[in-house]
């Protein structure tokens, strides 16, 4: 199997995880079209604007393929991109992937100007350190499922959940020197982490 990471390049902030992949000796690929797709093992939707991003998916035709991807192999979706992931969102102009079942609440921590950074306490490590973590117009994450975990919260609300090899995160992992969410991800599946 491969073991190259696919980053979806279509709007946001998709370089800092090909740096951070890099850092951690994990290859990995942009992709803007489906068969950029087909050698990946795994994929990461990042952050940007989840409008944008939601009509480029429908124009590239890519809404099928992504939801087939998901199906079969790890992503891992990062503010705008947990919102792409959730089953529902409280916004008619996304229309979501329906990777996991969660609902996204778009803006939930207010707009650019209330951005913010606070110490999590991450589940996925053994760590006691807190791990801080950055909010930019940061969506509300919430589920009913039991199959849906929670990792991390803020404020008594999730913001990091992962299902199976799937997660989903309000705040921004490739923003930080601190590895640890990348890593607790690849080391669900990535052949260097197993
Ligand atoms: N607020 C943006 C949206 O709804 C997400 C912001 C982000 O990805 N940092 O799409």
Redesign the pocket.
């Known amino acids: 199997m491969s073991d190259v990471v696919g980053v979806l390049a279509l709007q946001?902030?998709y370089e800092k995880h090909v740096e951070m992949l890099s850092g951690l000796g994990v290859e990995s690929r942009l992709v803007r079209f489906a068969r950029e797709l087909d050698d990946c093992c795994a994929l990461i939707i990042p952050?940007?604007?989840?409008?944008t991003?939601s009509l480029l998916i429908q124009k590239f035709n890519l809404y099928d393929i992504l939801r087939e991807f998901a199906e079969k192999k790890p992503v891992m979706g990062?503010?705008?991109?947990a919102?792409l992931m959730a089953e529902t969102v409280d916004d008619s102009r996304v229309i979501p992937l329906k990777i996991m079942p969660i609902t996204a609440l778009?803006?939930n921590y207010g707009r650019q100007v209330s951005s913010f950074s606070a110490n999590l306490n991450l589940k996925c490590d053994d760590e006691d350190s807190a791990y801080a973590a950055h909010f930019?117009?940061?969506?509300g994450l919430a589920s009913n499922n039991d199959i849906v975990e929670e990792l991390a919260s803020y404020n008594n609300e999730p913001v990091m959940m992962r299902m199976g090899l799937h997660m989903a995160l309000s705040f921004?992992p490739e923003l930080t020197n601190d590895d640890r969410v990348h890593v607790c991800w690849l080391s669900g599946f990535h052949p260097s982490f197993q």
């Open positions: 946001g902030a952050g940007g604007e989840s409008t991003m990062v503010c705008a991109g919102i778009r803006n930019i117009r940061a969506p921004h």
